[in-house]
């Protein structure tokens, strides 16, 4: 079963730009997968950032997609999300997934996570 | 977009019935049979419960179903267990290629 290990700066300052990695531990980001960040605000709901495919297509939630970029390096099975112009409303555990999917009608659509990492917290604070 | 609507909290007894509603739109949970439910107990990853509306994930108790009218998707946890405790999301995908989620459902075992 593949692992996916979050990490990156815990405490960032505000008007910067938060950095993550998510580290899968096989090759499997090169199969074929989606690979997507969510974040959870303290207290509060589970809130989709957006996703990538090994291929490097993308999909950002329409509220951050000004903030976002999501990368992917195939050669360190790596995902990265960067965020900029953080404030305290950013301050979230961060989590990646593994983002599956099906056929229907002839396309193949991706739209459930089987795997997370355990998630990293990150505090928005000067 | 917008979250989906979900109740903040139910709760039952141990081996009582419980049920989550999802309510979405057209652009999302009605749109596509592509709804899927987390488990999520504290301090933890969620978990994946159900996807595809109604199929479980190797290793999921058969105890959790799952359904959809319209535009809102149903979980239904049979057999209340202690276990069973814990934050419940829903989500969609949307016509946007993105997901969304619920705003979770906090199941208490009475």
């Known amino acids: 079963q593949v692992q996916l290990q979050e990490s990156g700066p815990g405490l960032v300052k505000p008007s910067e730009t938060l950095s993550l990695t998510c580290s899968v531990s096989?090759?499997?980001?090169?199969?074929?997968?989606?690979w997507g960040w969510i974040r959870q605000p303290p207290g509060k709901g589970l809130e989709w950032i957006g996703s990538i495919y090994h291929g490097g297509s993308t999909d950002y939630n329409p509220s951050l997609k000004s903030r976002v970029t999501i990368s992917v390096d195939t050669s360190q099975n790596e995902i990265s999300l960067n965020l900029t112009s953080v404030t305290a409303a950013d301050t979230a555990v961060y989590f990646c997934?593994?983002?599956?999917?099906?056929?229907?009608?002839?396309?193949?659509?991706?739209?459930?996570?089987?795997?997370w990492g355990k998630g990293t917290t990150v505090t928005v604070s000067s | 977009q917008s979250a989906l609507t979900q109740p903040a909290s139910v709760s039952g007894s141990p081996g009582q019935s419980i049920t989550i509603s999802c309510t979405g739109t057209s652009s999302d949970v009605g749109g596509y049979n592509f709804v899927s439910w987390y488990l999520q107990h504290p301090g933890k990853a969620p978990k994946l419960m159900i996807y595809?509306?109604?199929k479980r994930p190797s290793g999921v108790s058969d105890r959790f179903s799952g359904s959809k009218s319209g535009n809102t998707a149903s979980l239904t946890v049979s057999g209340l267990q202690s276990e069973d405790e814990g934050d419940y999301y829903c989500?969609?995908?949307?016509?946007?290629?993105?997901?969304?989620f619920g705003g979770g459902t906090k199941l208490t075992v009475l």
């Open positions: 096989d090759n499997s980001i090169n199969i074929g997968h989606y």
């Open positions: 595809d509306v109604t």
């Open positions: 997934a593994r983002r599956r999917g099906g056929w229907y009608q002839g396309v193949y659509y991706y739209y459930y996570l089987d795997v």
């Open positions: 989500s969609s995908y949307t016509s946007s290629s993105t997901l969304v």
